[in-house]
């Protein structure tokens, strides 16, 4: 990694992990689970802000730049109920798969955003795979 920017975008290095660096870039987050949905909330703006930055000057999407994965599934993860403990573990993985199934199969205005070029198609199309996570989880919520 050459420069803070690729930094930011590679989360530290976490997009240099194989297989699968979108997984790793995702799973990487879920600890900021135990802190809240606040918590969570303000990483995802935070690493949503990160993210445009790092990638103003992109017109693609390698497969190292996991930033938008992290942001992404940190919004997800600002949907779960405030637990404690073992509690929001099942929740926690819930949301893991939920955002992974999103980003992965892009479904409607998921895959749209992602053909979109820039910073903002790298990180839009992960953005809204979590809030379509979040939105299901709160469905789920309200169902159990």
């Known amino acids: 990694m050459r420069s803070i920017e690729d930094r930011i975008a590679a989360l530290g290095g976490v997009g240099h992990l194989r297989p699968a660096p979108g997984s790793w870039g995702s799973a ?11 918590a969570c ?3 995802a703006v935070v690493l949503l802000i990160a993210g445009l930055w790092a990638l103003r000057d992109r017109r693609d999407d390698p497969g190292w730049v996991v ?3 992290g942001a992404g599934q940190a919004l997800a ?3 779960l109920p405030a637990l404690g403990g073992l509690a929001l573990l099942p929740w926690t993985l819930g949301a893991f798969a939920l955002f992974r199934a999103f980003d992965i199969l892009k479904p409607g ?3 749209w955003v992602d053909r979109q070029t820039g910073a903002w198609g790298v990180m839009g199309d992960d953005i ?3 809030v379509f996570a979040g939105a299901a989880i709160i469905l789920a919520r309200g169902v159990l």
């Open 28 to 38: 990487v987050v879920l600890p900021i689970a135990w802190a809240g949905p606040g």
């Open 41 to 43: 909330l303000g990483l």
């Open 67 to 69: 930033v938008d994965e």
């Open 77 to 79: 993860l600002a949907a």
């Open 109 to 111: 205005p998921i895959g």
């Open 128 to 130: 809204l795979a979590g």
